[in-house]
């Protein structure tokens, strides 16, 4: 009895100690593994953490890269003079608006001459050809004409009429005078006079219309004068149709010849600008040929007819042209400046904005010997000014003059750096 119940005492302790085993190893298990889930949680937030900071980090240097400035160039006060840099002050401006159209180039049709002879007759010498350059008055082409003929025959004989005429009217007197004669012959006399002087005009008179002066008839004796055809302006022979042995005769432009000191260019203003523009306003005209030519003009026609279809109106542009540089059938553009009624921008020249790498940059002064290429945001233009829209505040320094200077140091500086020995 007592052996038996000293075995059920063994059985239960060993179950007693494999229970508190087994609850040991699972507590200690599950500690562990609940640590390396909070480690891995942990370390998951630190990471992402991290990530944030990094991704934050690198958008911070992303916005500084793409920042105002895109580099800088020092240049002493001397250099600055050598180089004709000039450093201003930027100012606030009213800038005038600008109604910008593009046209076509012709030649001013008040100042064209269609030349032809005044009549019939067959062309034997061409004196000017395509191109050259006349004078008023100078001669063409000449022509030989029957009809020219007939009226020099007709002024010789009027002239010989009105010799006979004096003669007679001379010797009557005479006569008269020795009571030979009776006074009522004088009167006759003189009568036949006045009527060959005027019959000899009338001849004159035809020949000048035909283009032949009687100063063109001394001296040539019996030999037959040819017609010229002059040209009435001064300008370029733009059209010529004058050939030697063909006949010729007022309906028939031998010549065409052009003024193009002086030119017009057509544009077409939009319905919406039309109470913007005025007769007798300025316009500036460019072409494409000479993109850096800028000529002054001014509107002398406005259409009173629209347009339909482009719902825009005819204007003409009267330029001056020295050098003939404007070309008739070239395409310009046309800017018709308006009145300055808006409020002051900052605005500065032109010149000073350069392009840098696809940015506008203005060279901005940081002290007496270096600038830096701050990047800007342009607006309109206006008379040789541009509008910064942002980039540049009132009352800073930068440089108004050498600017593309500025820019090509720059870059030389850049140069170097990328070749490792710096600047």
Same mark, same amino acid.
């Given at each position: ?34 640590? &390396? ?10 990471? *992402? ?6 991704? &934050? ?18 240049? %002493? ?11 201003? %002050? ?22 064209? *001459? ?8 067959? #062309? ?25 003929? !007939?009226?020099?025959?007709?002024? &010789? ?14 010797? #009557? ?40 002066? $009687? ?6 004796? &019996? ?28 309906? /028939? ?15 077409? #203003? ?16 460019? @072409? ?5 030519? /800028?000529?002054?003009?001014?509107? $002398?026609y406005i259409a009173d007819l629209m347009n ?22 070239? +395409? ?29 940059? @203005? +060279?901005?002064? !940081?002290?007496?010997a270096e600038f830096g290429a701050r990047q800007?945001q342009t607006g309109r233009t206006a008379g040789?000014? #541009? ?12 440089? @108004? /003059?050498?600017? +593309? ?6 870059? /030389?500086?850049? @140069? ?8």
């Amino acid at each position: 009895m007592k052996k038996k119940f000293m075995i059920i005492g063994v059985i239960l302790a060993v179950a007693l100690g494999s229970g508190y085993l087994y609850r040991t190893t699972h507590l200690k298990s599950g500690e562990e593994h609940a640590q &390396h889930k909070e480690a891995g949680h942990k370390d998951e937030k630190t990471g *992402a953490h991290e990530e944030g900071k990094e991704g &934050h980090k690198g958008e911070k240097d992303g916005h500084d890269e793409h920042g105002g400035e895109v580099g800088s160039v020092k240049m %002493t006060a001397e250099m600055q003079k050598q180089n004709g840099v000039v450093v201003a %002050t930027v100012k606030k401006q009213r800038l005038a608006g600008i109604i910008s159209a593009t046209g076509k180039v012709e030649a001013n049709a008040d100042r064209i *001459a269609h030349v032809s002879p005044r009549i019939s007759g067959k #062309i034997v010498a061409v004196k000017a050809s395509l191109g050259d350059s006349v004078a008023v008055g100078q001669a063409l082409a000449t022509l030989d004409s029957v009809e020219l003929g !007939e009226a020099l025959n007709r002024y &010789h004989q009027s002239k010989t009429k009105l010799a006979l005429a004096q003669s007679s009217m001379d010797r #009557i007197k005479g006569l008269v005078e020795k009571k030979i004669a009776a006074r009522k012959d004088i009167f006759q006399a003189e009568t036949d006079y006045k009527t060959a002087q005027t019959e000899l005009h009338t001849d004159e008179e035809r020949l000048s219309l035909y283009g032949v002066s $009687t100063a063109d008839l001394k001296g040539e004796g &019996h030999k037959r004068p040819l017609l010229p055809v002059k040209s009435p302006i001064s300008g370029i022979i733009t059209e010529k149709h004058a050939i030697v042995g063909e006949l010729s005769d007022p309906s /028939k432009s031998l010549y065409t010849v052009a003024d193009l000191s002086n030119v017009w260019v057509l544009v077409d #203003i939009n319905e919406k600008d039309l109470a913007k523009v005025a007769k007798g306003q300025t316009a500036t005209v460019t @072409v494409g040929a000479f993109p850096d030519r /800028k000529l002054k003009g001014r509107i $002398t026609y406005i259409a009173d007819l629209m347009n339909e279809a482009t719902r825009t109106v005819k204007a003409r542009i009267e330029v001056a042209n020295p050098g003939r540089k404007l070309k008739p059938e070239m +395409f310009a553009t046309v800017e018709l400046a308006l009145a300055a009624d808006a409020p002051p921008v900052v605005a500065i020249p032109e010149d000073a904005l350069q392009d840098l790498d696809g940015k506008k940059v @203005v +060279f901005v002064a !940081e002290g007496e010997a270096e600038f830096g290429a701050r990047q800007v945001q342009t607006g309109r233009t206006a008379g040789g000014m #541009i509008e910064i829209v942002s980039g540049l505040k009132e009352g800073e320094r930068y440089a @108004v /003059k050498g600017a +593309f200077i500025l820019k090509s140091e720059l870059k /030389k500086g850049e @140069v170097v750096d990328e070749h490792g020995h710096g600047k």
